[in-house]
């Protein structure tokens, strides 16, 4: 079965400290891989997308994530964490034929300490 | 602004009423999809149109729910004799459609709660 798994509910990093949330899938083939962040009372936010190519993909807000296949894992980075970053991360995965009917993971929300 | 807007943002409603909620896409964007997402879950696909053609459906979608795209713009989605069950976000997103490799734009989400 297709599916997106976020290992971590919640995590709580302090500001500054580096960050790194987990994302593994379960898909038949590559499938198109995003992450995307969500503020409270806010839709959904295209943080970055891994289509094919480097495995290393940039993204905004100073975010990266790197695809391994051999792990089926697709992990959010980013160096240096700010108090805005405080939010909810979803990982999602769609076809490669198109990217509708995307499953998204549970999610992992984010606190940031002083 | 030219983001995908959502309309209401907020409904409370009683169990059995019928609510509606509307979404408008990017203007270019021929492509609109539904998802659900209720308290501590990611997003779960509902539908999706191209145009004004509703292609998939999803199981979650019970015959209670139906959703429309007219004339391939706005869409809309009724939830009739709403449950509790039925409580959640309900957001929208568009895409331009142009291939496989289109991002999809959401919306702020339409958050309903029924008594």
Request: aromatic share 12%; proline share 4%; hydrophobic share 30%.
């Amino acid at each position: 079965a297709q599916s997106v798994t976020q290992p971590d509910i919640h995590i709580t990093v302090s500001e500054g400290a580096s960050l790194e949330l987990r994302c593994n899938y379960s898909y038949g083939a590559t499938p198109y891989l995003f992450w995307y962040v969500q503020s409270p009372g806010q839709g959904l936010q295209l943080l970055l997308k891994y289509f094919s190519g480097d495995t290393l993909v940039q993204g905004i807000k100073g975010f990266e994530a790197e695809f391994k296949r051999s792990q089926s894992s697709f992990n959010l980075r980013k160096p240096s964490v700010h108090w805005s970053d405080a939010a909810e991360y979803f990982c999602a995965v769609a076809p490669n034929t198109g990217g509708f009917k995307t499953i998204f993971g549970a999610g992992t929300r984010l606190f940031v300490k002083a | 602004d030219t983001g995908v807007s959502q309309d209401p943002r907020h409904k409370i409603t009683k169990r059995g009423q019928n609510v509606t909620f509307r979404c408008d896409p990017i203007s270019e964007h021929n492509r609109l999809y539904w998802y659900r997402q209720t308290l501590g879950q990611g997003p779960e696909f509902l539908t999706y149109f191209q145009n004004e053609a509703q292609l998939e459906k999803s199981r979650l979608l019970s015959d209670r729910f139906s959703a429309e795209r007219p004339k391939g713009s706005f869409s809309t989605l009724e939830i009739q004799r709403t449950e509790q069950g039925d409580s959640a976000m309900y957001l929208c997103a568009s895409s331009s459609g142009q291939g496989a490799r289109e991002t999809q734009y959401f919306g702020p989400g339409t958050r309903l709660l029924v008594l």
